[in-house]
């Protein structure tokens, strides 16, 4: 599945704008060797980043910070189709739907995403890292991941709900817990059963032990 071609939204337009501005104002003040200047704001951080294909998820997974990248994604897709994007992370996690909004878009670009995990990837981050590119999935050697059951995020159901209602989350709730082993077992041929099982509780993971699971294929530097 590929997404149509998009057209550049507006957060993106800006960045993209300064950095149009400022490789027009490199010109004039590159230094001797001739490379440009380095950027001046984060914007035009941002949009070097983007030109090289480099995209972020740092902090909490939210409606803000997918929707953000998602946008990015899809750009970077629409302009080139098929060609790498690396998506670095740093994340303790977060909102469910969110996180799996992002996730389906990962899976939907035909561009191979290649994930890299510094710091940390925990409950949600480290599903996205799992979700890219089998082969050019990475972990810093010093990162740590942790993988665990889905927390309920759905709206509350308040104080005087109807049984009915408290019924319907409570089956939501299990529908989404197997959906996340089931997820996190075709990412890393474990078997979902297993993990369910093991992710009753908090399974902190070193780089290595996120490799031997499955859910990276690569740590970056001396393995700790």
Request: aromatic share 4%; with cysteine; hydrophobic share 45%.
């Given at each position: 599945?590929?997404?149509?071609a ?11 704008a ?26 035009e951080?941002d ?87 089998p ?27 109807q ?27 474990a078997?979902a ?15 290595g ?16």
């Amino acid at each position: 599945m590929r997404f149509a071609a998009t057209r550049l939204l507006a957060g993106g337009a800006i960045c993209i704008a300064a950095k149009r501005a400022a490789a027009s104002a490199d010109s004039a003040s590159s230094d001797s060797s001739g490379k440009p200047a380095p950027p001046q704001s984060d914007c035009e951080l941002d949009a070097a980043h983007l030109s090289h294909r480099r995209v972020f998820l740092l902090g909490d997974v939210t409606d803000d910070s997918a929707n953000a990248l998602i946008k990015r994604l899809l750009w970077l897709e629409a302009a080139s189709p098929g060609e790498p994007i690396e998506l670095v992370i740093n994340s303790s996690g977060g909102s469910l739907w969110a996180g799996f909004a992002l996730f389906d878009t990962l899976r939907a670009v035909s561009s191979p995403v290649h994930t890299v995990c510094l710091g940390r990837c925990r409950s949600m981050a480290a599903v996205l890292l799992a979700a890219g590119e089998p082969g050019h999935r990475y972990a810093a050697a010093s990162a740590r991941l942790m993988i665990h059951q889905p927390h309920w995020d759905g709206e509350a159901v308040g104080s005087y709900a109807q049984a009915d209602d408290l019924s319907a989350q409570a089956r939501e709730s299990e529908r989404q817990r197997r959906h996340w082993a089931e997820t996190l077992g075709r990412l890393t041929g474990a078997d979902a059963g297993s993990l369910d099982s093991k992710m009753v509780r908090d399974v902190h993971l070193t780089a290595g032990e996120a490799r031997a699971l499955g859910l990276v294929d690569h740590i970056l530097g001396p393995v700790q």
